[in-house]
Nanobody, 122 residues
Framework: QVQLVESGGGLVHTGGSLRLSCAAS????????MGWFRQAPGKEREFVAS????????IYADSVKGRFTISRDNAKDPVYLQMISLKPEETAVYFC???????????????WGQGTQVTVSS
């Protein structure tokens, strides 16, 4: 089994930055990708970014391109989401997920963390 724990959320002013971390334990060979999702109040969960180390592929939602960076320094380190120029509308619970790349841009997400709150004040 894989367990994921997010950290790094908090309160930041508009235009500020946060760096989220996702610590994973029990990663298996079938899990070659991790991603970040977010769920704002009253909205459905949406995709933010993903990283796949088998194919060295990163994917970003259009809304965060140029401002967010997903990274994984090595196989022993957690996955990070560096967020800059944060906007109030990006206030949400941010979740990390672990899964596998099954096609060029297709993923299966098997495990989820419980989320970390990001609040961007106006």
């Amino acid at each position: 089994q894989v367990q994921l724990v997010e950290s790094g959320g908090g309160l930041v002013h508009t235009g500020g930055s946060l760096r989220l971390s996702c610590a994973a334990s029990g990663r298996t060979v079938s899990s070659d990708a991790m991603g970040w999702f977010r769920q704002a109040p009253g909205k459905e969960r949406e995709f933010v970014a993903s990283i796949n180390w088998s194919a060295n592929q990163t994917i970003y939602a259009d809304s965060v391109k140029g401002r967010f960076t997903i990274s994984r320094d090595n196989a022993k380190d957690p996955v990070y989401l560096q967020m800059i120029s944060l906007k109030p509308e990006e206030t949400a619970v941010y979740f990390c997920a672990a899964g596998s790349r099954i096609s060029v841009r297709g993923y299966k997400w098997f495990y989820w963390g419980q989320g970390t709150q990001v609040t961007v004040s106006s």
